[in-house]
């Protein structure tokens, strides 16, 4: 099942995330452990996802109230090829993300509901209890763990991409003064672009324009129609993009290093989760998912826990 959602607003502040998780308590409460009597077969949303055991010590860490519906609810960002799209004609998503969320529901023997949201909306819904889990390319950082646990599933880099040929010379640290888009809420504006600002004051430079856009899709499209200067995104989105338009190329590339599944503050859902990736990053459907989408060198070999990047 695929329910759209939609946010137009700006990321909200920390504080006011953290005041909603507050309000959520009830909804985030931590359960007793109860295991279910037997593990029930692996499920999919998507007939395309590879099959994957069941791991039924896994299953049984689950929080009673999951593990009694036999649902996982799963937040998704917009539209973005290769992590998240709707395959052609339909309203089924696919990429890496929706079959990596399947999977990790698979191994649970849960049923994935995907909820498409706002990646800046995701956070907050999941803070009101509207969603279970998220893989949405997310950096672990620490003021997201304040509000999520998170377990590490794939890794992938932050890249620039710019008009062909580079006419501007740029790269990530020579953004002084440019016009550059960025996704709402993303880790590349919340973290990279205020440190780079700070060189650029530091120099003597202006500070960098940003545009932000809730779909990358849109940041391409100012990039080539040449309202901005250059896109620093998520490198797997921007070397698509370069691929299937041939007038921007990918200038850049850094911080490769691990993303991961964001689940609500529960014990029991962060144990089983981490339980479930340890199993499925050794199994031949976690490289099938990751070579379909020509991610195979963003294999994980060690399902880390809360482990920050910034």
């Known amino acids: 099942m695929i329910t759209q959602t939609t946010s137009h607003s700006r990321a909200p502040k920390w504080r006011t995330i953290l005041a909603m998780a507050t309000a959520s308590a009830a909804l985030l409460a931590v359960?007793?452990?109860?295991?279910?009597?037997?593990?029930?077969?692996?499920?999919?949303?998507?007939?395309?996802?590879?099959?994957?055991?069941?791991?039924?010590?896994?299953?049984?860490?689950?929080?009673?109230?999951?593990?009694?519906?036999?649902?996982?609810?799963?937040?998704?960002?917009?539209?973005?090829?290769?992590?998240?799209?709707?395959?052609?004609?339909?309203?089924?998503?696919?990429?890496?993300?929706?079959?990596?969320?399947?999977?990790?529901?698979?191994?649970?023997?849960?049923?994935?509901?995907?909820?498409?949201?706002?990646?800046?909306?995701?956070?907050p819904g999941m803070a009101a209890g509207r969603y279970d889990m998220t893989v949405s390319s997310m950096t672990p950082?620490?003021?997201?763990?304040?509000?999520?646990?998170?377990?590490?599933?794939?890794?992938?880099?932050?890249?620039?991409?710019?008009?062909?040929?580079?006419?501007?010379?740029?790269?990530?640290?020579?953004?002084?003064?440019?016009?550059?888009?960025?996704?709402?809420?993303?880790?590349q504006l919340t973290e990279n672009i205020p440190t780079y600002d700070a060189a650029c004051v530091s120099a003597g430079q202006p500070t960098i324009e940003t545009s932000e856009f809730q779909d990358t899709r849109q940041a391409i499209s100012a990039l080539t129609s040449g309202r901005i200067d250059a896109v620093f995104a998520d490198s797997p989105i921007v070397s698509y993009a370069a691929l299937q338009n041939p007038s921007i190329a990918v200038a850049d590339t850094i911080d490769v290093t691990p993303v991961a599944a964001g689940v609500t503050k529960n014990p029991q859902l962060v144990t089983a989760v981490s339980a479930a990736l340890a199993s499925l990053i050794t199994s031949d459907a976690y490289r099938q998912v990751l070579n379909k989408y020509g991610l195979g060198d963003g294999a994980i070999t060690d399902a880390r826990v809360n482990f920050a990047q910034g």
């Open 31 to 123: 359960t007793t452990s109860c295991s279910p009597s037997s593990a029930p077969a692996a499920t999919s949303s998507a007939t395309d996802v590879p099959p994957v055991a069941v791991d039924s010590a896994a299953v049984k860490l689950l929080p009673p109230g999951i593990a009694s519906s036999g649902v996982l609810r799963v937040a998704i960002p917009t539209n973005e090829p290769p992590t998240q799209y709707y395959e052609d004609g339909t309203q089924t998503m696919t990429g890496i993300n929706p079959d990596i969320a399947r999977l990790i529901g698979a191994t649970l023997g849960l049923k994935v509901e995907i909820d498409v949201a706002n990646f800046d909306s995701i956070i």
């Open 141 to 187: 950082t620490t003021e997201r763990m304040q509000v999520l646990d998170f377990v590490d599933y794939l890794q992938i880099g932050s890249s620039l991409a710019v008009a062909q040929n580079n006419p501007l010379a740029l790269k990530v640290t020579t953004l002084c003064g440019h016009k550059v888009g960025l996704l709402t809420g993303s880790y």
